[in-house]
């Protein structure tokens, strides 16, 4: 499987935006991005995914770059209910079948009132 | 809707038993994965079953065995507990057609003593 790097541990502030990276230099032309956010006490939750278009939802942006060899996250407006570990995972796009989630450690995100 | 619900929320254990978890997917999906996650680690993917038969395994021992029942629900045993078997167990469901996003769980925080 091709492997993410993502910054162990980010701080921001609250009401400022985000930007999570995620580098992922070995990605196939056949790898979805994928992004999953673990709260405290909780399973992880999906965020987003894209795969070489920008992408945006109610919940997060994903700018991924023209080479698709990184990424990165954008919460345009962080609230304390942000804080979490945020986790960058690629995904085979074609077929179906098996489809088990590889998860690195993940961006420990931590937001400052 | 329900969403994914596991069975039991805590448990402890000792050295060399046996364990059963639970769980139930979301309404609509037949597809169940399996993950374990250690303290201050990303989740691991341990099986996925998929139409009652396993079809995926992660690289975990033959004491770590599923099951899948015609309701979907499913079921994680591990055998010969180790002190290192303890971690959050979770568990995600998605439809059948695969390369869907995952659901998961709040987990089973298992604790082998």
């Known amino acids: 499987d091709a492997k993410t790097t993502q910054p162990n541990s980010m701080e921001s502030n609250e009401e400022e935006p985000v930007h999570l990276p995620c580098n992922h230099s070995?990605?196939?032309?056949?790898?979805?991005i994928h992004w999953y956010r673990q709260l405290p006490s909780q399973g992880p939750e999906y965020v987003i995914h894209?795969?070489?278009s920008n992408v945006n939802n109610r919940m997060a942006s994903l700018a991924i770059a023209e080479d698709r060899k990184s990424s990165t996250l954008i919460l345009h407006r962080a609230t304390l209910r942000d804080a979490a570990v945020y986790y960058c995972?690629?995904?085979?796009?074609?077929?179906?079948?098996?489809?088990?989630?590889?998860f690195g450690k993940g961006t420990h995100l931590i937001i400052q009132p | 809707d329900a969403g994914v619900t596991q069975s039991p929320t805590h448990l402890i254990k000792t050295r060399g038993q046996q364990v059963t978890l639970r769980c139930s997917p979301k309404?609509?999906?037949?597809?169940v994965s399996w993950y374990q996650q250690a303290l201050g680690q990303g989740p691991q993917f341990i099986f996925q079953?998929?139409?009652?038969?396993?079809?995926q395994r992660g690289n975990f021992p033959d004491r770590f065995s599923g099951h899948q029942f015609p309701n979907y629900s499913s079921e994680l045993n591990v055998n010969a507990l180790l002190l290192g078997d303890s971690a959050l167990y979770l568990c995600?469901?998605?439809?059948?057609?695969?390369?869907?996003?995952?659901?998961f769980g709040p987990g089973t925080r298992l604790l082998v003593l």
């Open positions: 995600a469901s998605s439809p059948g057609t695969g390369r869907e996003t995952q659901y």
């Open positions: 070995t990605i196939s032309g056949t790898d979805y």
């Open positions: 894209g795969l070489t």
């Open positions: 995972i690629l995904r085979v796009l074609l077929g179906g079948g098996a489809d088990g989630l590889t």
């Open positions: 309404s609509g999906h037949d597809t």
């Open positions: 079953y998929y139409e009652e038969e396993e079809r």
